[in-house]
T-cell receptor
Framework: GAVVSQHPSRVICKSGTSVKIECRSL??????MFWYRQFPKQSLMLMAT?????????EQGVEKDKFLINHASLTLSTLTVTSAHPEDSSFYIC?????????????FGAGTRLSVL | GDSVTQMEGPVTLSEEAFLTINCTYT??????LFWYVQYPGEGLQLLLK?????DKGSNKGFEATYRKETTSFHLEKGSVQVSDSAVYFC???????????FGTGTRLLVSP
């Protein structure tokens, strides 16, 4: 079946540094990928939609300059948390739909747990 | 806008008990409905889905039926196992869209 690989699975960084998270579709092409943030004991909050070859679409309240998204190819999207602060600590998850239309299924990466000291 | 409402957890059951996790939705048109499962420290995995009214999704002993008249998609399993302990998310995808709208998740704890 379709697989989405997310890397790294866990990262600890100092406040003020930037962190890059990669999301790859391993055996299918994804013109669109989604980035979510999950707070403890809460649901997933959609942050942005990553579009191959064009700018990402951010959800209301998400800082574009804070969370940089680059969809470099049909199998890779990256999320960079710039100048990270402790409040950015969270679980970040990406997903990618396998194809267009009503029958497409979204597959999720295993997530990245970011801890900012 | 579209929304999903799930029962609050945690749901605590003994092994082999019957499980029901309620899910209702609000959406225009004819959304597709999903249940995802998240095991500790992991991402989400698709458990089952239904794309039209009266469809029944099933997988690993779990079932859910798309009920348009009650706008519900309740998750059921006849006999839970300890390994089923996880957080379960109900989600919908609106007609013509790719974005998923998630419920808040329900944590299931199964004890031996």
């Amino acid at each position: 079946g379709a697989v989405v690989s997310q890397h790294p699975s866990r990262v600890i960084c100092k406040s003020g540094t930037s962190v890059k998270i990669e999301c790859r579709s391993l055996d299918f092409q994804a013109t669109t990928m989604f980035w979510y943030r999950q707070f403890p004991k809460q649901s997933l909050m959609l942050m942005a939609t990553s579009n191959e070859g064009s700018k990402a679409t951010y959800e209301q309240g998400v800082e574009k300059d804070k969370f940089l998204i680059n969809h470099a190819s049909l199998t890779l999207s990256t999320l960079t948390v710039t100048s990270a602060h402790p409040e950015d600590s969270s679980f970040y998850i990406c997903s990618a739909p396998t194809s267009g239309g009503a029958k497409n299924i979204q597959y999720f990466g295993a997530g990245t747990r970011l801890s900012v000291l | 806008g579209d929304s999903v409402t799930q029962m609050e957890g945690p749901v605590t059951l003994s092994e082999e008990a019957f499980l029901t996790i309620n899910c209702t939705y609000t959406a225009t048109g004819y959304p597709s409905l999903f249940w995802y499962v998240q095991y500790p420290g992991e991402g989400l995995q698709l458990l089952l889905k239904a794309t039209k009214a009266d469809d029944k999704g099933s997988n690993k002993g779990f079932e859910a039926t798309y009920r348009k008249e009650t706008t519900s998609f309740h998750l059921e399993k006849g006999s839970v196992q300890v390994s089923d302990s996880a957080v379960y998310f109900c989600a919908l995808r609106g007609t013509g869209f790719q974005k998923l709208v998630f419920g808040t998740g329900t944590r299931l704890l199964v004890s031996p």
